[in-house]
């Protein structure tokens, strides 16, 4: 249910490190995966995503780590840059019938020159 | 060529009156939906409708309702506006049984009770 009462997460780096990303889901038969990326005063945005069969999945500057056994994701975005400043979000998905995509907390990204 | 689009963008009312906001997406896709987001960034779904079948949320207020003139079109009415319905109200598109389930959001449109 809704986490009445917290402030959104937020994770802070500087230009050029490494951001880590994480969110936790919580149906076990979710079997498809996303992270979107939500600029301000936009919509969210297609990252990358992963199904269940895998565990890794890479793409320009991110990864994508998904440990079932735990039913933990993690986003990795390597040389962040000011650009990737945002709010990131996971989604649950199943593939087929009429499951509804299910959107994680938001984690809000500050990239510092 | 904006493939999901809202209007308005941004809306202000009192409470009390009925608004609507207007979805239309154009990239073929068979389900759309309504999502809320609140001050904190919650992105909370309130509905899903496709051709054959309308999901409601339990916890959306009867209030609310989608309506939708054919497959490219979603709109959100809502009667008897609330403070509390200030939020910014996204819609969303995708392909059911498709290889991906990625939706494709609109820009948002913020709405404002007063």
């Known amino acids: 249910g809704e986490s009445v009462g917290l402030h959104l997460p937020t994770l802070s780096v500087q230009e050029g490190d490494n951001s880590i990303i994480n969110c936790a889901y919580s149906?076990?038969?979710?079997?498809?995966f996303i992270w979107y990326k939500q600029e301000s005063g936009k919509g969210p945005q297609f990252i990358i995503d992963?199904?269940?069969?895998?565990d890794k999945r890479q793409g320009q500057r991110v990864t994508v780590l998904l440990n079932k056994t735990v039913k933990h994701l993690s986003l990795q975005i390597a040389a962040t840059q000011p650009g990737d400043s945002a709010v990131y979000f996971c989604?649950?998905?199943?593939?087929?019938?009429?499951?509804?995509?299910?959107f994680g907390r938001g984690t809000s990204l500050i990239v510092h020159p | 060529d904006t493939a999901v689009s809202q209007t308005p963008k941004y809306l202000v009312t009192q409470m009390g009156n009925d608004k609507s906001i207007k979805c239309e997406q154009n990239?073929?896709?068979?389900?759309m939906y309504w999502y809320k987001q609140d001050s904190k960034k919650f992105l909370k779904i309130m509905f899903s409708?496709?051709?054959?079948?309308?999901?409601i949320n339990e916890t959306v207020p009867n209030r609310f309702s989608p309506k939708s003139p054919d497959k490219a079109h979603l709109n959100l009415h809502i009667n008897s506006l609330e403070l509390g319905d200030s939020a910014v109200y996204f819609c969303?598109?995708?392909?059911?049984?498709?290889?991906?389930?990625?939706?494709?959001f609109g820009e948002g449109s913020r709405l404002t009770v007063l």
């Open positions: 969303a598109s995708t392909t059911s049984g498709g290889a991906s389930g990625e939706l494709f």
């Open positions: 149906n076990s038969a979710s079997d498809y």
């Open positions: 992963i199904r269940s069969n895998m």
């Open positions: 989604a649950e998905n199943r593939l087929g019938g009429s499951y509804i995509p299910t």
């Open positions: 990239l073929g896709h068979d389900t």
């Open positions: 409708y496709n051709n054959k079948e309308l999901i």
